[in-house]
């Protein structure tokens, strides 16, 4: 489910196409960090570090937190999953997200007693297996997904009369919404979008409930 309290998906592609925040991330991965000892690790100046570390926690990749007066650390927030698709026929940038169960753990310290290492090594290949195969079925539905675009698309060119219209009926066929937007997706001048829309309505191509346009 996409949270509503994550942070703009197109926005954190943008935060994360920068090296050393994803270096510092891969290093937060393994367990909590203090910023000097980031700064170290990673060879970077602390400022740039402190930086950093505060557009990941406006991003709320990454949080705080302080033992007993201790050093400041810092951890990886929740497990978050950014997802890009790219295709002839589509473009989508997508954020998931789920708190971490372990959240409360500051770091390699446990309450209970260690665990048997095998048994932890045997778990995690069965859960890459399991990642895999999901893997394997999301790139099946994702195959036929580009098939329909594509027929989608070939469809709409049917019922338009030009580029515009086309592009149009090509997104309304993915579900319904209203003009701004329409605009926005399309790059295109609301006033002109709206003009092709009321064209496609007289034809009966579209229809509009409310303030929102489908087919």
Known sequence: ????????????????????RRRILQLLSFRPFYFNEMAKR????????IDHLEMLERAGLVE??????????????????????VSPYSYGVRAYLSEDASRNAPGFEEADASPDLKL?????????????ELHEL????ESREMEIRKKASSA???????????????????????????AARLEVPRAVVLDSLNKLKERGTVHLRGQEWSI
């Open 1 to 20: 489910m996409i949270m509503s309290d994550m942070v703009d998906p197109v926005e954190l592609l943008d935060i994360l196409g920068n090296e050393n």
């Open 42 to 49: 990673l060879d970077v100046g602390p400022k740039a570090v």
């Open 64 to 85: 705080c937190y302080q033992e007993q007066g201790r050093r400041k650390y810092f951890r990886i927030a929740r497990r978050t999953v950014l997802q890009v698709a």
């Open 120 to 132: 932890l090594r045997d778990e995690l290949h069965l859960l890459e297996e399991k990642r895999h």
């Open 138 to 141: 999301l790139a099946q539905i």
């Open 156 to 182: 709409a060119g049917t019922h338009a009369r030009d580029q515009l219209e086309q592009e149009i009926i090509t997104a309304l066929l993915c579900g319904s919404t209203d003009s701004s937007d329409l």
